[in-house]
């Protein structure tokens, strides 16, 4: 395995052995550290048809998504609960969508809920982005070991992009980088995350003025996307 330097600092704790390992050997290592994990922070912008979208979102293990999405350089808070998606974006958003001014002063800056068949927020998920290393195994090559934020690490060629993965502790991902352009994804807060509570007072956005359905104000695809996942019609995240 060829050492390269990466970032500034020295990885903490005991070795776990990956640095010397295949890479196949550190896919599995790391799916199954994912599929065991509680919750986890994921931070990062992701570029899509020329259109950044940044996240900060933290996730459970159970599916459970709540963080701040900005897309165009308009950002908004989303909290993922089961099957339902609540949203609370600014009026600049509401007006670049085009909804009429009286129904954007009836939802800037409020919660509103619909259905994840709506957002597709439950493309992300711990589990999913495990399943898409996990599809990727036999294609995996060996990268570089270097440090990422401070930690030991290793990287693993995908198709998907480059996956820097812990070398001491607990097999955790760090980062993912995607091909040129793409953006990137940090992954920390392992085991650190409560679950979301719905927002109070929360509407139903189709009871909300005259009806804005299918928002599309996700970005679910485009993070999917930097992940090697499918994306899904309406969820672009562009606005």
């Not at 090559?141 to 198709?159: F, K, Y």
Request: proline share 4%; glycine share 18%.
């Amino acid at each position: 395995m060829t050492t390269g330097v990466i970032a500034a600092g020295c990885g903490g704790g005991s070795s776990n052995g990956l640095a010397g390992d295949s890479a196949p050997q550190i896919v599995n290592a790391t799916v199954s550290a994912m599929e065991a994990a509680k919750s986890m922070t994921m931070i990062g912008t992701i570029t899509q048809n020329g259109a950044p979208t940044s996240v900060d979102w933290e996730l459970s293990g159970a599916g459970d998504i709540d963080g701040t999405i900005g897309v165009n350089g308009i950002t908004g808070k989303l909290i993922k609960i089961g099957e339902v998606d609540y949203l609370n974006y600014p009026a600049a958003y509401w007006t670049r969508k085009g909804a009429p001014s009286a129904d954007v002063a009836e939802l800037a800056g409020k919660w509103f809920s619909e259905p994840d068949s709506v957002e597709h927020l439950g493309m992300i998920s711990i589990g999913s982005l495990a399943n898409v290393y996990e599809s990727e195994l036999g294609s995996a090559a060996e990268g570089v070991t270097g440090t990422i934020n401070g930690q030991a690490a290793v990287s693993i060629i995908l198709t998907s992009g480059t996956l820097w993965v812990a070398t001491s502790g607990t097999a955790y991902p760090l980062e993912q980088v995607g091909s040129p352009g793409t953006g990137s994804i940090a992954f920390s807060g392992w085991n650190e995350g409560t679950e979301p509570s719905a927002p109070a007072g929360a509407e139903p956005v189709s009871a909300i003025g005259s009806g804005v359905t299918g928002t599309g104000a996700s970005g679910a695809a485009g993070i999917s996307g930097l992940a090697g996942t499918t994306g899904a019609s309406g969820t672009s995240g562009t606005t």
